[in-house]
């Protein structure tokens, strides 16, 4: 029997709207008898709910002064990144020999989606194909475990992934990326695969330090 939402879940799942589309942004105080107000429910299920997002780490509580929305530094940010790298590739070594025509043809898709919306300047949206892609990807191997501890080092950059792709050359690089990823993956090609994800990593974790040390100096 399918299980029935709750407000909780309700409001939960708002929140996560929130936070990967940008509307909630690192640092920012979350409002708890507003954000009630805005979806039409009690103060309770949006305290739930944040309690949910603090075991995440996604808020961050601090006292007599209320809810934040958890703001990551540097050494956070090369934290998850080598975190993501360790789990990805292995995730990659799995799945890639085993990787199908209709795979294929699904990563394809997800890469021709992700392009037209970076294309027509569609952010939100394109950071939410862009996680489908690589998820995607990483689902080849058949490991929900896996899986599920990459996707939750994703939800900490959900935030900082649309402040990345606010820049039109990031767009560029990330769709162009994305293109040479689905011809190593099309070809089976773990060594190839394994490089471009390095790179492509690299390449983000370079323009996000440079645009957190940017905000700290303002």
Same mark, same amino acid.
């Given at each position: 029997m399918p299980r029935i939402a709750t407000s909780q879940d309700t409001v939960l799942k708002s929140l996560r709207k929130m936070l990967a589309s940008g509307r909630l942004k690192p640092g920012q105080q979350i409002i708890q008898d507003a954000l009630a107000s805005r979806l039409g429910v009690?103060?309770?299920?949006v305290r739930e709910a944040l309690k949910v997002l603090q075991a995440e780490g996604r808020v961050i509580h601090e006292l007599h002064r209320g809810y934040f929305v958890a703001a990551l530094d540097i050494e956070d940010l090369t934290e998850i990144y080598r975190l993501r790298t360790i789990l990805e590739d292995e995730a990659l070594r799995i799945g890639i020999p085993k990787v199908t025509a209709k795979d294929v043809a699904q990563i394809k898709a997800l890469h021709q989606e992700c392009l037209a919306l970076g294309q027509r300047g569609?952010?939100?949206n394109m950071a939410a194909h862009?996680?489908?892609f690589h998820i995607a990807i990483f689902r080849l191997c058949g490991q929900e475990?896996?899986?599920?501890?990459i996707e939750n080092l994703w939800d900490s950059l959900d935030a900082y992934r649309v402040i990345f792709l606010n820049s039109p050359e990031?767009?560029?690089r990330t769709s162009?990326? +994305?293109a040479r990823i689905v011809a190593a993956v099309a070809a089976k090609d773990l060594r190839e695969s394994l490089r471009l994800h390095a790179a492509h990593n690299? +390449?983000?974790?370079k323009a996000l330090r440079k645009q957190l040390l940017e905000?700290?100096?303002?």
């Open positions: 009690s103060r309770v299920p569609e952010v939100t862009n996680r489908k475990r896996l899986i599920s501890m990031n767009r560029k162009d990326d +994305h690299e +390449h983000a974790l905000a700290a100096a303002q």
